[in-house]
């Protein structure tokens, strides 16, 4: 540990507390809303990355519980599917309407759960309440088509209907933001909804989760059309497993993908997987390096490096390397790490022990893999030493090396040099994971060539952004082990939604398709 102890100024039980209460969660017996009980006696301890502390402790569901929200949910649904699409979408804009209400209460919770800087956790409920808006308006746009039929007087069409109870679950990193671009799309397209939120960041998912139970009331519409059940990989199994649940939306690392991916596969189930990442950015010779920089230490430092999209490699061209080292060397040196609630912080704390350790070991492998340490990788030292806040480190390596090729979940940007712009782009997909890239550049051959089709590999293929920060219009998520899902903006909805074709014969005849002739 450096530098002098920086002081914890805020109290996360006290802010919990409050802002349980303000979105209408009793702070001293924090649970889901009545349409989920639990029944099993235990219970998790949440743990507040600021300072190490329990700041409270949440009923677990176990498999019989959410068991018994699957077989609920699904009763729900077959009265919600008959209810018209367009008065769906005013139940999530009243969803919106609350969220955009209780901004502060909710990015209090994910800044004392998760550990986000105060920015960070505001723009995180905006992203909800971008994503009730993207639904209200598709309420009125789910549309099929009409295609035309080889027969005459035939009509061929397709028509969109709700598919049933859609699952949920989500990681600790976007504890609510998951589940709004999940959940408001669902509800929209007549489905239901049972959330698994991470057992580690529960309280932010009881506030929304008591909020739409609130939007729903006021509305008069069904109770229990989103069951939050706080369980763990055990007690999840019913959701996993359930033939009752034709969807499920799991996001988390890549080995959740591995567990559950063949589990849905074996029911014939339909996954939606938003896995790990482990995201590049080229910088080439014409790059406006000011801007580069931005873009980097926003996208690699950002969030604590703790999000899918965080810039987890540096790809520079070998004659603006030593400059842009530099440069990065200057600004990460000046990151003031510290309580993510003060205004001034830019980087909070890491959410874990586990997540220090696993950051410690990974520049320990890279340099013992011939890499050398640029800047950061230290601990700070910011209130009681049963929390984990860190300088985030950039580290220069030989080459991809093993570690390099994975996701380590922390701030380490590992940098590479090239000569050819081939080679980079080599680089950029030569790992498993295939979610977010970028190119920062002012040669436009180099950006098309990068988003061409013998470009990037990824979902996101970004130019002169960092990979992180998506809107919401687009379409989320990536190839390759990042699991191939698709959320939020585009065309997104169909996963939420299963497709009938239907083709009408209005003649008095019966021609058969491709000719067929069967006797008459
Ligand atoms: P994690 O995989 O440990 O857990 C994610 C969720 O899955 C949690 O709710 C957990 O309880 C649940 N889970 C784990 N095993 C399960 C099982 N066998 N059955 C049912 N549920 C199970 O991930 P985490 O540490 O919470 O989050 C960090 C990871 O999530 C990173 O790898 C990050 O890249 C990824 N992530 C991806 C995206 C994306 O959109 N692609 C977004 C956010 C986070």
Known sequence: TTGPTTELRTDPRAVARAALRACGVDPDRPAPPATSPTTGGAAFDVVSPLDGQVVATVPAAGA???????????????????????????????????????????????????????????????????????????????????????????????????????????????????????????????????????????????????????????????????????????????????????????????????????????????????????????????????????????????????????????????????????????????????????????????????THDAMRAAVDEAVAGGGSVVVGGERVAVGPQRAHYVRPAVVEVPAQLDVVRRETFAPVLYVLRYREFEEALALNNDVPQGLSSAVFTRDQREAELFTSVVGSDCGIANVNIGTSGAEIGGAFGGEKSTGGGREAGSDSWRAYMRRATTTVNFSRDLPLAQGVDFGS
């Not at 077959?78 to 018209?84: G, Q």
């Not at 209400?101 to 209090?108: G, M, Q």
């Not at 549309?143 to 035309?148: F, I, K, S």
């Not at 339909?270 to 995201?279: D, M, Q, S, T």
Request: charge should be negative; glycine fraction near 8%.
């Open 64 to 354: 019989a519980d959410v068991e018994a929200a699957v077989a609920a949910a699904h009763e729900t649904w077959l009265r919600w599917r008959t209810v018209p699409a367009p008065v769906r979408g005013r139940l999530v804009r009243r969803l919106g309407d609350l969220l955009t209400e209780h901004r502060e209460p909710l990015a209090d919770l994910i800044g004392v759960e998760v550990g986000k800087i105060r920015s960070e956790a505001l723009g995180e409920v905006q992203e909800m309440v971008d994503v009730c808006d993207l639904a209200v308006g598709l309420s009125r746009q789910l549309e099929g088509r009409t295609l035309p039929s080889e027969r005459p007087e035939h009509r061929l069409s397709e028509t969109w209907h709700p598919v049933g109870v859609v699952g949920v679950i989500s990681a600790f990193n976007f504890p609510a933001a998951v589940w709004a671009w999940n959940a408001a799309l669902a509800l929209v397209c007549g489905d239901t909804v049972v959330w698994k939120p991470s057992e580690r960041t529960p309280l932010v998912a009881l506030a929304a989760s008591a909020l739409l139970e609130r939007a729903a009331a006021e509305l008069g519409m069904p109770a229990g059309l989103n069951r939050t059940v706080v369980a763990d990989a055990t007690g999840a199994a019913p959701l996993v497993d359930s033939p009752l649940v034709p969807v499920l939306s799991a996001t988390g690392s890549e080995r959740l993908g591995r567990e559950i991916a063949p589990r849905v596969a074996a029911r014939f189930g339909r996954a939606i997987l938003e896995l790990g990442g482990n995201n590049a950015a080229i910088v080439t010779p014409s790059a406006d390096l000011d801007l580069a920089v931005r873009g980097i230490v926003f996208a690699a430092a950002g969030t604590a490096g703790q999000r899918c999209t965080t810039l987890r490699r540096l790809i520079v061209h070998e004659s603006v390397a030593d400059e842009l080292l530099a440069r990065l060397s200057t600004v990460y040196s000046g990151l003031r790490v510290g309580d993510p609630f003060d205004p001034a912080t830019l980087v909070g704390p890491l959410f874990s022990a586990a």
